[in-house]
C-alpha cells in the first residue's frame, strides 16, 4: 500500500513535468518522462515508498525547473543542425512560454519578420501593382499621418519612394530578416545559458 | 555593493566545475556504457563531483544530439528500464582532445602554483 502510494505520487510528478513540455513532440516527452521515472526508480532501489520517492524526486528538482531544463536545451539541440529561419523562429516560438524574456524575444521575432516580410513582399509586388504598392504617408482626422508599407487603396494616401522601393524594400527586408534571424539564435542560447546557470 | 569573497570564489568554482563537467561526463563513460544515476555517482565518487541531478540528462541529451554518445533502452534486473549511454566513436576522440587540452592547462596551472606549494598544506 505504501508503495503504492509512493508510485502514485511519482505518477503526479511526471504529470506535471509533461504539462510543462509543451512544444515537443509526443515521442520527446515520452523519452523524458521515461528516463526520469527510471531515475526515481533507481533512487529508492526497489522501496518506493512516498518518502523515498519524494526525496529522490526532490534531488531531481521540481516539475517546472526540471522541463525548463529538458525542453530548453533540446529545442536548443534542434540548432546545432538546422539554423533555417523557420527553424530558428519556431525554437523561440517554443520557448516563448517559458519566461519573461523568452516571450519578449518571441514578440521581438514576430515584428521582425512580419516587417522583413512585408518590405520583400512590397518590393517584389510593385511592378505588378505600381499604383497600389509602396510605402504610404496616409493622413488622419486629427491632422497627423500613419505610416504603412505594402498596399493600400487610399485615396488620400501619398507614396514616398515610387520605384526606389524595390531596391529599398528588398535590402531592408533582407537586413531586418537577418537580423531577426540572428537575435532568435542569440535568445535560444541565452535561454539555453540562463537555466543552466540556475542549476548550476 | 561588494559582494562577499566566499561568494566570488564560488562562483568561481562553479565556473570552473562547468568548465569541467563536460569532459568529465565523457571521461566517466569511456571504459563502459552507463545510465543516468550510475554516471552522478561516479562522479561523485571519483572526482566530488556532485552536480544537480536534473542537469544530467540535459547535457546528455546535447551530447547525444552533437553525436558524442549513444543511448539505447535495456530491461534491467531492477525490475525496469534503464537508459544506458555510450560513447561514439566521435565521442572517444573528442574526449581523448579534450583530456589532452585539460592535461595541458592544469599542468600548466601546477607549475604556477608551484612556489605556493608549502602555503596549500
Redesign the interface.
Known amino acids: 500500500m505504501s508503495n503504492d502510494a509512493g508510485m502514485a505520487h511519482l505518477d503526479c510528478y511526471l504529470d506535471q513535468v509533461r504539462r510543462q513540455l509543451g512544444g515537443l513532440a509526443k515521442a520527446e516527452v515520452e523519452e523524458?518522462l521515461?528516463?526520469?521515472?527510471?531515475?526515481v526508480?533507481?533512487?529508492v532501489e526497489?522501496a518506493p515508498t512516498p518518502q523515498r520517492v519524494e526525496a529522490a524526486i526532490e534531488?531531481?528538482?521540481g516539475p517546472r525547473?526540471?522541463a525548463r531544463?529538458?525542453l530548453?536545451?533540446?529545442v536548443?539541440?534542434?540548432l546545432?543542425?538546422d539554423r533555417s529561419a523557420l527553424r530558428v523562429f519556431s525554437a523561440v516560438g517554443r520557448l516563448a512560454r517559458l519566461s519573461l524574456y523568452g516571450f519578449f524575444a518571441f514578440l521581438v521575432s514576430l515584428f521582425g519578420y512580419a516587417a522583413s516580410a512585408g518590405f520583400l513582399l512590397t518590393a517584389i509586388v510593385k511592378p505588378f501593382m505600381p499604383q497600389h504598392a509602396g510605402l504610404w504617408r496616409i493622413p488622419t482626422p486629427d491632422g497627423s499621418y500613419d505610416y504603412s508599407i505594402g498596399t493600400t487603396d487610399a485615396p488620400q494616401g501619398y507614396e514616398l519612394l515610387g520605384w526606389w522601393i524595390i531596391p529599398i524594400g528588398l535590402a531592408v527586408g533582407l537586413i531586418l530578416g537577418w537580423l531577426t534571424w540572428r537575435f532568435g539564435l542569440f535568445s535560444v542560447r541565452r535561454m539555453r545559458r540562463t537555466v543552466?546557470r540556475g542549476?548550476? | 555593493m561588494a559582494e562577499a569573497p566566499t561568494d566570488e570564489l564560488s562562483k568561481w568554482e562553479i565556473q570552473v566545475r562547468k568548465g569541467g563537467l563536460g569532459l568529465a561526463v565523457l571521461a566517466v563513460l569511456w571504459p563502459e556504457r552507463l545510465y543516468g544515476l550510475e554516471i552522478l555517482r561516479r562522479l561523485d565518487a571519483q572526482a566530488g563531483l556532485s552536480i544537480p541531478e536534473g542537469t544530467i540528462y540535459p547535457l546528455l541529451s546535447r551530447m547525444k544530439a552533437e553525436g558524442l554518445v549513444d543511448s539505447e533502452w535495456v530491461e534491467a534486473d531492477a525490475g525496469h528500464p534503464r537508459k544506458y549511454y555510450r560513447l561514439t566513436d566521435p565521442g572517444r576522440r573528442r574526449v581523448r582532445e579534450m583530456a589532452q587540452s585539460w592535461r595541458a592547462f592544469a599542468g600548466g596551472l601546477e607549475r604556477l602554483l608551484a612556489p605556493m606549494e608549502g602555503e596549500l598544506r
Not at chain 1, 34 to 39: F, G, I, K, P
Open positions: 523524458i521515461a528516463e526520469l521515472r527510471s531515475h526508480l533507481d533512487k526497489g534531488a531531481l528538482g525547473e526540471v531544463l529538458n530548453t536545451e533540446r536548443a539541440a534542434t546545432e543542425t543552466q542549476r548550476a
